[in-house]
């Protein structure tokens, strides 16, 4: 059974930094993307970040939306199949709840972030709160 199991969300005050984790179980990593989505209230799902090593470098491709790009950095720990999305200079704006999701690419090669439909595992989220 696949599971998805986001944690370290929380409050924080605006240039503060959070870790979120995202703990996988059930698949291992190499042939899927794990992407970061939030969504705020009233306003739709929208993707964050993205890693994957299906074309097998040891870092994996990473792709950031620009809102974040400068601030957020996403990383994979295959032997734990856990990915991590540091998030740093945090702003207001980046309230949300934050989801992990998995999409199956196989040997191919990602080249974006992809929208929440392409995704087929999520976790229950965790709640970011940054405050001015």
């Known amino acids: 059974e696949v599971q998805l199991v986001e944690s370290g969300g929380g409050l924080v005050q605006a240039g503060g930094s959070l870790r979120l984790s995202c703990a996988a179980s059930?698949?291992?990593?190499?042939?899927?993307?794990i992407g970061w989505f939030r969504q705020a209230p009233g306003k739709e799902r929208e993707g964050v970040s993205c890693?994957?090593?299906?074309?097998?470098?040891?870092?994996?491709?990473?792709y950031y939306a620009v809102s974040v790009k400068g601030r957020f950095t996403i990383s994979s720990d295959n032997a734990k199949n856990t990915v991590y999305l540091q998030m740093n200079s945090l702003k207001p704006e980046d309230t949300a709840v934050y989801y992990c999701?998995?999409?199956?690419?196989?040997?191919?090669?990602?080249?974006?972030?992809?929208?929440?439909?392409?995704?087929?595992?999520w976790g229950q989220g965790t709640q970011v709160t940054v405050s001015s």
């Open positions: 059930g698949f291992t990593f190499d042939d899927y993307a």
């Open positions: 890693i994957s090593t299906s074309d097998g470098t040891s870092d994996g491709r990473t």
């Open positions: 999701a998995s999409r199956y690419v196989g040997p191919g090669v990602v080249t974006t972030i992809g929208l929440p439909y392409e995704y087929d595992y």
